[in-house]
């Protein structure tokens, strides 16, 4: 039996709201994805220089210099910034311009939140490449011999692999490997990741030898083995290291260990490397830049400007509604385009939360007895007070001096060592953020206004 | 911004059951866990009335546990669409055994939970728990698909809707026993009774303590429970429990029948006051009418899954 045509229209109108419900869906985009939005093109640069042309010009310098030594970078982005997104696209426009790229995701190979050293990271990247490598179809035989030789030296430094079930059979004919074992145990049991890390503490710089070495061999299977044209590895995830509870300061200190200490040890002749980084890295300590090639902070959305009433971005809010009209029929969901302004700045231009605030939107919207009529203004504030209640629950109240300093300043300094631990955590949960308009500011989000006023 | 009420949290998370797609964390900050349990009642007859159930850990361990499970499926098809309900309650407590460790684990595997799962994710505690999601666990923060935090007020009355039979769950037990810490001989040797007598029983005797609010425990044993009863002494009724297993009206507020057992000389508490209880203050009454009780409770096996709050005289 047919419905009424008011019912038929909210039937229809639900089924486009749960269309855009999922449009909002948290994932990132490749280049090619019709919800893809170029945000490095759009004009007014909302993002300033476009992090993926800063990162591909260090190594197009030093291809055409013709210098075979390869780079080594640091990218980081706030979380939820859109981050890995960018990297998707940097792959693409490598990969577009002749380059071999291998991208390890960490998080398949790593345990993001247990205590990382230099050694187990190099372990866990050539896992994770001889995974690629793998997955790329190469022969056995070769993943064999090139990862054999990284075994047989673990096993030289008394890394009892066999008795951990480490996937590692000793054989005549030398190490047989199966790494979907090798990597459970790498990510999961934190003794034989505590055994490893002890083993090598005294060995990194043989291991890195091993590493290059590793690497070099890598290249000559899989790049196109071109003397001025590196091969290009990416590892992401690396930002997302982090500790919970008491292990938060030592896991914390191992990164910048890694990152500052241990530099050398992520540079690898032959390749460039990029290496995804906590974004409070290269923020709070600025020398950390001067060891490396080039080091890219991925700013937020810059939705207001850098002047004392933070005056509304007017281009850069525009690229975020065109950003948002390529999910979906975003304007239908509320009376007024100025809803639609304010939810962006609202968001600070944090694209991970705008997207969660607009599935809210779409959400209270099929909650209504009729679905197609817009949000009003009410009912819009009501979600974005939300939000900035909840997004408030960041901060303690000890925070808000520092807080209203780096408001005022627009500037990020650090009252005393203490407030590091606490400076990186308000970063990282994008109470504390950047943006750029020819130079790099610093900003609290648009919640945090609320508490220092 | 808080949710004012029962009803008023169930209307934001309809559609997150109804419309969502891959895993949903879901964060709800209720002071009270009886209201925790009261949302989750509801949840569960929801998803009944569905052919459907939900996924929740009875002790932290078997949360930890299924979650390992299920995080370690990958490479297998993404699990069907459950909805689940992690209690964190702990965690205001500072156990590190208990909510705060699930939490943290939640935290580390969120990227493969969200690569193998499928559903809402209720994560369920009291006071302080948003804050402390925001501050411990930042990469569950970060995808929070909506955030609840829930105030009962003063004229809070969801419970004038009543359940429909329909959507009722059924009763694990026929009888939840609650007594004082002081009579704890006396119920686990009734427990003991009822159970050779074919009925089965959920017993609690703590929380009754002067002073103390109810705990998860009681409330979660009374909610499953058809019968509840409450061992009435002097040291009973000076607990404040009944507090919050009544509401204002007096009515109970899960759908079991109230049966109270005087044990010994006692004013019974308002909430009780307009039922009919068993004398037990003798050992020759209490012999005399332990048949009756026992036939009471085994013959509403046969009736209406939805009893109406009443007692035997």
């Known amino acids: ?106 998080a398949s190979v790593i345990n993001l939140h247990r205590p990382l050293e230099p050694a187990d990271l ?98 000559e299977r899989f790049g196109k083995v071109s003397p001025h044209r590196c091969p290009v590895l990416i590892v992401d995830d690396l930002e997302k290291v982090r500790g919970t509870g008491p292990e938060q300061d030592i896991i914390q200190k191992g990164m910048e260990q890694i990152f500052w200490q241990f530099a050398w040890a992520l540079r690898v002749p032959g390749w460039h490397v990029i290496w995804t980084a906590p974004p409070y890295l290269q923020l709070l300590n600025s020398s950390i830049t001067s060891e490396y090639d080039r080091s890219v902070v991925l700013p937020m959305i810059r939705v207001w400007e850098n002047n004392v009433e933070r005056s509304a971005d007017i281009q850069s809010i ?118 750029r308009n020819g130079e790099t500011w610093f900003d609290i989000s648009y919640p945090a206004h609320d508490l220092i006023r | 911004v808080t949710y004012k009420s029962i009803d008023e949290v169930w209307k934001r998370v309809l559609p997150e059951l109804e419309l969502g797609r891959g895993l949903r964390f879901i964060f709800i900050e209720i002071k009270e866990p009886i209201w925790a349990i009261a949302l989750r009642r509801r949840l569960e007859n929801y998803l009944k009335s569905k052919g459907e159930s939900l996924r929740m850990p009875s002790v932290y361990n078997e949360a930890l546990n299924w979650l390992d499970h299920e995080q370690m499926q990958r490479g297998t098809l993404k699990s069907p669409e459950v909805v689940r309900w992690v209690p964190l309650s702990a965690i205001v407590e500072d156990d590190p055994y208990s909510g705060t460790f699930v939490l ?108 103390e609010t109810i705990s998860n425990e009681i409330a979660d044993c009374m909610n499953k429970s058809r019968f509840f009863v409450p061992l009435l002494s002097p040291r009973y009724v000076e607990s404040n429990w009944l507090e919050f297993g009544f509401d204002k009206k007096r009515q109970p507020i899960f759908a079991y029948r109230t049966l109270p057992i005087m044990l010994r000389d006692v004013v019974p508490p308002t909430q009780l006051q307009h039922l009919s209880y068993l004398d037990w203050r003798t050992p020759q009454k209490i012999e005399e009418s332990y048949p009756k009780l026992v036939r009471t409770i085994l013959d509403a096996r046969h009736t209406s899954p939805l009893p109406a709050p009443s007692a035997i005289s």
């Not at chain 1, 007070?385 to 627009?410: C, F, H, P, Q």
Request: with cysteine; charged share 30%.
């Open chain 2, 104 to 211: 943290h684990r939640l935290n580390e595997g969120r990227d493969n939970l969200r690569r193998n799962l499928n559903g809402p994710l209720f994560l369920v505690g009291g006071s302080g728990m948003l804050r402390r999601i925001a501050n411990e666990a930042p990469d569950l923060w970060s995808v929070r698909v909506a955030t609840i935090e829930f105030e009962d007020s003063e004229d809070l009355d969801f419970f004038e809707e009543p359940t429909r039979p329909a959507e009722v769950a059924p009763f694990p037990f026929d009888v939840c026993l609650h007594g004082s810490h002081d009579d704890i001989d006396f119920l686990q040797a009734l427990q003991k009774r009822l159970i050779t007598d074919g009925i089965t029983v959920c017993t609690v005797a703590d929380g009754v303590r002067p002073g």
């Open chain 1, 1 to 106: 039996m047919m419905g009424s045509p008011k019912s038929e229209a909210i039937t229809k109108r639900k089924e486009e709201l749960a269309r855009l419900v999922r449009a909002f869906d948290d994932a990132p985009v490749g280049p090619e994805d019709r919800r893809y939005y170029a945000f490095h093109e759009a004009p007014g640069k909302p993002r300033g220089i476009d992090p993926v042309q800063l990162l591909r010009a260090a190594i197009e310098i030093a291809t055409s210099a013709g210098a075979g030594d390869g780079t080594c970078q640091l990218f980081s982005g706030f979380r939820g910034s859109g981050k890995s997104t960018e990297l998707l696209r940097l792959r693409a426009e490598l990969v577009a311009d002749g380059y071999d790229v291998i991208l390890v995701e960490g």
């Open chain 1, 122 to 219: 190099l372990v866990s990247i050539a896992v994770g490449v001889g995974l690629v490598l793998q997955a790329k179809g190469m022969d056995s035989p070769a993943k064999q011999s090139l990862l054999g030789r990284f075994i047989s030296f673990l096993q030289d430094t008394d890394v009892n692999l066999k008795q951990f079930d480490a996937g590692v059979t000793l054989e005549a004919s030398g190490a047989k490997i199966d790494l979907a074992k090798l990597v459970v145990e790498m990510t999961r049991n934190p003794s034989f990741k505590a055994q490893v890390q002890d083993k090598l503490r005294g060995h990194l710089s043989d291991l890195v030898n091993q590493f290059r070495d590793f690497m070099a061999q890598v290249r």
């Open chain 1, 318 to 435: 525009s690229a975020v509604k065109a950003c948002l009209r390529r999910r979906g029929d975003v304007d239908s969901m509320v009376f007024k385009e100025s809803q639609l302004d304010r939810l962006i700045t609202v968001s600070s231009g944090h694209i991970r939360d705008l997207m969660a605030l607009l599935r809210e939107v779409a959400m209270w919207q099929f909650m209504q007895q009729d679905p197609s009529d817009p949000l009003n203004e009410i009912q819009t504030e009501r979600i974005l007070g939300e939000y900035a209640n909840t997004s408030r629950r960041a901060v303690y109240d000890e925070d808000l001096e520092w807080l209203k300093s780096i408001a005022e300043k627009r500037e990020l300094t650090l009252p005393n060592e203490a407030k590091l631990a606490r400076a990186s955590k308000l970063i990282d949960t994008a109470v504390v953020m950047t943006y």
